[in-house]
């Protein structure tokens, strides 16, 4: 009689789920201490419960500018490169043109150059045409770099639409723009905003190019870096778990209406 049959250990999974634990480890961190109670000033050995960081999120006048500073920069950055991304993800996917094989050289260089080189780059470039390092440079920095990752995104998506679909508009009688507005857009809007959110996640987290370029500027990753030295207050945490709070919930939102629209595709 035979034996029963081993059951196989499926090593994969265990696997993947040891690598999502690394990763979130420092999150779940943040956010348990984010209602921590610290009786110093550094704030890593648990010492009891409070709600009271969240009361006063906005106690350190420097902490809210650097926020301020980042979030804003980071919205410019998610917005223009969306745009620009956008146009130039559209042209690799669909169209041919001259010099459409060094676009995509320089777009993947951009993506995978060091930041150290990037950020020396860029600061060479406006020391030389004696422009100010400050706001506007990090924000023209930032752009730079996020708009090849959303290039990526939609020119993935590009390629993999249905051409019928469009020629189908035309035939109905929709114009250039109409059929655009009305039936490609709308298929390439859930590229467009990962591409969006890639752009804003990489802007609000970027500290070395920023550091490079951003002149008297302080953003979020420049101030806790600035006062690692002297111990972080506990709003850092608080400010960070809400950020990935509302980074989560647009995450969600955009699966969700992706799913609806493929379902009413079908």
């Not at 009361?55 to 980042?70: D, I, R, V």
């Not at 020396?120 to 023209?140: D, E, K, P, Q, R």
Request: hydrophobic fraction near 55%; glycine fraction near 8%; charge should be positive.
């Amino acid at each position: 009689m035979r034996g029963r049959a081993r059951r196989r250990v499926d090593w994969g999974r265990y696997h993947t789920w040891a690598v999502l634990a690394w990763l979130f480890a420092p999150i779940v961190f943040m956010i348990v201490f984010s209602f921590n109670d610290p009786a110093g000033r550094h704030n890593i050995t648990w010492q009891g419960f409070t709600l009271k960081w969240y009361q006063n999120a906005f106690a350190h006048t420097e902490l809210n500018e650097a926020m301020f500073n980042s979030v804003s920069i980071a919205l410019l950055s998610m917005v223009v490169s969306g745009g620009l991304g956008t146009l130039l993800g559209l042209a690799l996917g669909r169209f041919t043109f001259r010099g459409k094989q060094l676009t995509n050289l320089v777009m993947f260089a951009a993506i995978s150059a060091p930041e150290v080189v990037i950020g020396a780059a860029l600061l060479s470039t406006f020391l030389m045409m004696n422009v100010t390092t400050g706001y506007w440079t990090t924000v023209i920095a930032h752009v730079m770099f996020c708009v090849s990752f959303v290039a990526i995104t939609v020119r993935a998506r590009v390629i993999t639409l249905d051409p019928r679909l469009e020629e189908a508009a035309r035939d109905l009688g929709a114009d250039s723009w109409t059929t655009f507005r009305l039936v490609t857009l709308p298929m390439l809007f859930p590229a467009i905003m990962a591409g969006g959110l890639l752009a804003f996640a990489l802007s609000i987290d970027d500290y070395i190019i920023t550091s490079f370029v951003s002149g008297d500027v302080t953003t979020f990753p420049l101030w806790i870096w600035g006062a690692t030295r002297v111990g972080i207050p506990p709003q850092v945490n608080v400010m960070g778990t809400l950020l990935f709070a509302v980074g989560l919930l647009l995450a969600v939102v955009n699966v969700v209406m992706a799913r609806r629209r493929s379902a009413a595709g079908d």
